[in-house]
């Protein structure tokens, strides 16, 4: 639907004074009052009666007008406890930042809604817009299907948009990545090494929680290289590592924390349940005591066959063959991501896709990563991806009307 872009680059402006307001008032986790207010208002103003249906998790449906399935588009809302660099006349003061691009998907929901507003008596069925908290700690997609947004009326596909500012693609291009797995696994470890502490100079009268910490540092990079079949890809990292607070003092605790991710399910048990033992063993070992804590977990994010086919196609007909990539179809490989996305919850329950768009921006012809304190996104994305949300809801409906 070629009027859905036209009628989206017309509210460009609008899409980016949304845009900038979340960019200047961030929130992080499920503690986004502000954002959702606002969120709420203005769906309120387009005429939508918006819903929280749990903590800052936002539903507004619309449609239903004409017999049909369901779908979902998401976006979600969060930032992250990063204190901004951009020096961007919008930047934001209060020690976090959106430094993934969520107030870019936030902006394009809003657009996305007002498109759908529009269309409201063409849309064959119910288009659901899915706002959500709390993805970047994993929380967020799986407290919105618990409080029952995939039901009543049950949805039948969905999809979701994230910017990337660190893919080298042409800004604007909006990449369909294949089916199958597309983003990890994600399984957050704590270690916490129970020792005895004492003098440097008389180790041999305390039980030395570093000690084992090394050797735990080490031997779960070992994992990788020496159990994992070289042609799978899996990752565990060791972010934080601490313990003690001087020379000559051996403490009597220590902490590791680091984060495992696959492609696959049985790697990712195995993955885990050897972080468990190569822990308890070495600390056994070396007699400390090991606490180990696994959190923040999440499955690989899936894209369905059938639907990321359908949705590259709809879509390459309203941006033209230049910006839309169905990458599968023309590479033959699948447009992996070494992230994980809590959306995979929603992947667990009903077809669904993750879709790019490329939106790097830069400073001085330097491109920075996501979640790093400068990083830029390209606004002039924005009506791209509100077209892309609501075109790909009314024709994929249109399309797979109800038997
Ligand atoms: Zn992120
Ligand atoms: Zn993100």
Redesign the pocket.
């Known amino acids: 639907m070629k009027t859905l872009l036209d009628e989206a680059k017309k509210m460009n402006d609008r899409l980016i004074s949304w845009r900038r307001h979340f960019h200047k008032n961030p929130e992080v986790g499920m503690e986004l009052p502000n954002t959702t207010e606002y969120v709420m208002e203005k769906l309120r103003d387009m005429g939508y009666q918006p819903m929280e249906i749990c903590k800052s998790g936002v539903l507004a449906v619309a449609g239903g007008k004409k017999p049909g399935k369901t779908f979902l588009i998401r976006g979600d809302m969060d930032a992250?406890p990063i204190a901004e660099e951009t020096g961007l006349p919008y930047e934001s003061k209060n020690e976090y930042m959106h430094a993934?691009g969520h107030d870019l998907h936030t902006s394009m929901m809003l657009g996305a809604a007002k498109l759908l507003k529009h269309h409201e008596d063409e849309i064959e069925g119910t288009v659901k817009l899915m706002f959500q908290p709390a993805?970047?700690n994993l929380q967020g997609a799986k407290a919105m299907i618990d409080a029952g947004i995939l039901e009543n009326p049950k949805v039948d596909a969905a999809m979701m948009i994230h910017v990337f500012a660190d893919v080298p693609h042409k800004p604007g291009t909006v990449i369909f990545p294949g089916s199958g797995p597309v983003g990890t696994t994600s399984d957050w470890f704590h270690i916490k090494i129970n020792g005895k502490g004492g003098h440097g100079a008389t180790p041999h009268l305390t039980i030395d929680p570093l000690n084992a910490a090394a050797h735990i540092y080490t031997a779960l990079s070992e994992v990788i290289s020496r159990e994992v079949d070289s042609v799978e890809m899996a990752v565990v990292t060791v972010g934080e590592m601490h313990g003690g607070s001087t020379g000559n003092i051996i403490p009597d605790t220590a902490f590791l924390q680091g984060t495992i991710r696959t492609f696959d399910d049985k790697l990712r048990k195995f993955i885990k349940k050897r972080v468990v033992e190569i822990a308890e063993g070495i600390c056994t070992s070396f007699r400390c005591r090991a606490e180990v804590r696994l959190f923040n977990s999440c499955p690989v994010v899936w894209n369905d066959k059938e639907l990321n086919a359908s949705l590259a196609a709809y879509n390459m007909e309203m941006l033209g063959q230049e910006i839309v990539l169905d990458y599968e179809a023309k590479t033959g490989e699948t447009h992996k991501m070494n992230?994980s996305e809590d959306f995979a919850y929603v992947c667990e329950k009903v077809p669904a896709v993750l879709v790019k768009v490329i939106a790097q921006g830069n400073e001085n012809g330097v491109n920075f990563p996501?979640?790093h304190p400068k990083v830029r996104f390209d606004e002039s994305v924005l009506a791209t991806g509100a077209a892309v949300y609501a075109n790909s809801a009314i024709e994929w409906l249109k399309n797979h009307l109800a038997d």
């Open positions: 992250l993934c993805e970047e992230g996501h979640h």
